[in-house]
């Protein structure tokens, strides 16, 4: 299955930079065109338009739906998170986003703090949305779920042994923790998420005993940890779920062999729960269309949405109504740590500052 691609719709245009200026060399826009009718039968153009890090197939399709259910074109801007998040912030109110959708709490808490998002609220999304999966001033809202779990070498580790993120600084694991760099907004976002409940001295002194124990300078993607689990290099990664599933359903078969030789393992289960984050979306500051911007964040929130999103992408709901998919139940229930999201982006810049203090690269 090749990986699944967000934003844009499938009858796609390219649009010339008059509708979204300024488009960088990285980015590309796409756009469905529809058009609703107004009770004299005149055509009445809508539209909402996206800056967007995410781009999955399942996102493209839910977007060409939302278009032929309300009669609102969608375009689409793609680009890397901090590019967009920078553009928002040099473009100021003439951006004609309207909408900023990305992955990691961490990148939604920084887009707020430079004042590039604004409150918005909706019955539809108090209910769709747990208060912990939304920033506490309703700047963004959590669409999507991964968890950030252990993958293990089915062959060398016995499940047994694992218990939770503080235990793998125990010598026991001295030269066998893979994990991505410091610069990662995942693991910065679950060192954040350390500091929100344990306090910062405990989650630098975690930082640093992963740092003793690590099986080589870090260096790659979530992807890379678990193939250099597979090949000796380490015996326990550090991982979200969501590349997990990537890799079960790769097109390359020699991806799909590394994951079946993995084991997944959810931490803490007895204590403070696994570390959660989310892909998300918020109005942005400049928008021109805001109710078409609620509209779409309402839309994938809902429960047929939160199900392709689950089944097809590898993700848990958002929504609590809404169960995982068969594969994501396949690794096993779990619970989750319970603080609401909006501490990942307030200890940023804490958990950075830690990582450079123990050395963490």
Known sequence: MKKRRFAGMLAVLTLAGAVLTGCSATSSTTSVQTKSSSPQ?????QVVNIYSDRHYETDKLLLEEFSKETGVKVNVIEGKS????????REGKDSQADLLVTADVGRLHR??????????????????????????DNQWYGL???????????????????????????????????????????????????????????????????????????KGSDRDQAKAVVAGEGDVAIMNTYYYGLLLNSSDSEEVKVAKQLGV???????????????GAGVTASAKNKENAIKLV??????????????ANFEYPANPAVEPSDLLKSW??????????????????????????????
Not at 41 to 45: A, D, N, T
Not at 82 to 89: C, G, K, Y
């Open 41 to 45: 039968g005149e055509k009445i153009s």
């Open 82 to 89: 901090d590019e967009l998040i920078e553009r928002l912030a």
């Open 111 to 136: 887009a707020k703090e430079q004042g590039l998002l604004q409150s918005a609220e909706s019955d539809t999304l108090s209910k769709n949305v747990p208060e912990n999966l939304k920033d506490k």
């Open 144 to 218: 999507t779920v991964r968890a950030r779990v252990l993958v293990y070498a089915k062959d060398r580790v016995d499940p047994s042994q694992l218990s939770t993120y503080e235990d793998l600084t125990d010598p026991k694991w001295n030269k066998k923790i893979l994990v991505r760099g410091s610069d990662s907004i995942y693991n910065q976002s679950l060192l954040a998420s350390f500091i929100a409940v344990n306090g910062e001295e405990k989650a630098k002194a975690w930082a640093k005993g992963i740092v003793d124990n690590m099986a080589r300078t870090p």
């Open 265 to 279: 393992f959810f931490p803490n289960q007895t204590t403070t729960g696994t570390h959660i984050n989310v892909s």
């Open 298 to 311: 309402e839309f994938p929130s809902s429960e047929k949405a939160q199900k392709q999103f689950s089944e």
């Open 332 to 361: 096993g229930t779990f619970k989750p740590q319970t603080i609401n999201l909006t501490k990942l982006g307030e200890n940023n810049k804490n958990a950075v500052q830690i990582f450079s203090q123990v050395g963490w690269k």
